[in-house]
């Protein structure tokens, strides 16, 4: 199986919270991240959360790490229409960063 | 000032055709890298480089050269142009070393290569 692992959409409705789920297959995995890309544009760093950290907090993103599991999740709060991109969770090993397959978030009014 | 800047940022060239594809980093980074991502909006490493020395090669045809003059560029050679080397590929640094900066990789705007 792939080493990271997300769902590939999300529909949500303008105003509601978005949660994008990603599992990992590496527990030596010391920082992950999340990224956004817009259509036609690059990825751009959303959020990193330290291996050791249960979860990470920034304005309307939330990020939750459960170690055990092997899972992450990045929780947007009242989200927008602009919000509308794709997210990449990322694992980092050693010099390898290595990404999910990406989720396309829908937001719909 | 742009951090990490890659150039062309489209390329339209027949197969067979050599194109290179350039990147440059600001950041004073020591690891740089090159991605690919397909249609399906995959992301894939092909290489990356820490202090001009490649220690990562990934399963990429022996067609993709790249080159580290110095620590700032790294530059993307490709040969003999298939049509399944369409894709965009991304130039990406970060600095490894330290936990302050999460080890953050930057990541360019994007290459977008259509080969006809």
């Known amino acids: 199986g792939e080493d990271v692992e997300q769902s590939l959409f999300l529909s949500v409705r303008e105003g509601d919270s978005s949660v994008i789920n990603c599992t990992y297959t590496?527990?030596?995995?010391?920082?992950l991240y999340w990224y956004k890309q817009e259509p036609g544009a690059g990825l751009q760093l959303l959020t990193y959360i330290f291996s050791n950290m249960d979860m990470k907090q920034d304005q309307r993103l939330t990020v939750l790490l459960n170690k055990k599991d092997k899972h992450l999740s990045l929780r947007i709060a009242d989200t927008q229409t602009g919000d509308s991109a794709i997210y990449f969770c990322a694992e980092r090993k050693s010099y390898i960063p290595t990404f999910g397959r990406g989720t396309s978030l829908i937001v719909h009014p | 000032d742009t951090a990490v800047s890659q150039t062309p940022k489209y390329l339209v060239t027949q197969m067979g055709n050599d194109k290179s594809i350039k990147c440059e980093q600001n950041?004073?980074?020591?690891?740089m890298y090159w991605y690919k991502q397909d249609s399906k909006k995959f992301l894939k490493i092909m290489f990356s480089?820490?202090?001009?020395?490649?220690?990562i090669n990934e399963t990429v045809p022996n067609r993709f050269s790249p080159k580290s003059p110095d620590k700032a560029h790294l530059n993307l050679h490709i040969n003999s142009l298939e049509l399944g080397d369409s894709a965009v590929y991304f130039c990406?640094?970060?600095?490894?070393?330290?936990?302050?900066?999460?080890?953050?990789?930057?990541f360019g705007e994007g290459s977008w290569l259509t080969v006809v």
């Open positions: 950041l004073g980074h020591d690891t």
């Open positions: 990406a640094s970060s600095q490894d070393g330290g936990h302050h900066s999460g080890n953050t990789i930057y």
């Open positions: 480089y820490n202090n001009k020395e490649l220690i």
């Open positions: 590496d527990s030596s995995s010391t920082y």
